[in-house]
């Protein structure tokens, strides 16, 4: 689980569980207009879960299949792909809203 406070000083929560070796379970809360929201599926969370597991050594490479929304009725698959040099990828069906890379 990571939570993190924005820019925009709102605090997002994403929490995710191992279901197996290759899938989890996660959510994605928020806070809009002072209540908790949920996105259902959220590529730039799972992208960035990539980097923690990055950032924190694990075996790579390393596939899974991350499940989202199942318990507010709006299940979501994404596939987070992360190769052995630590390039990361998202894969499902989703709607891109933005675009960037980070240099570190």
Sequence with gaps: MAAEK????????????PLSNDELLARFFLLKH?????????????ANLGGWYVA?????????VIRQGEPIGRPARLLLDV??????????????????????
């Design 6 to 17: 924005a820019a925009d000083d709102v605090v997002k929560i994403y929490v995710w569980a």
């Design 34 to 46: 002072g209540a908790l929201a949920e996105d259902y599926g959220t590529g730039s969370a799972a």
């Design 56 to 64: 924190r050594n694990m075996t790579l490479p390393l596939r899974c």
């Design 83 to 104: 190769d052995a040099e630590g390039g990361i990828h998202v894969s499902g069906r989703v709607i891109e809203l933005g675009t960037g890379a980070v240099t570190l």
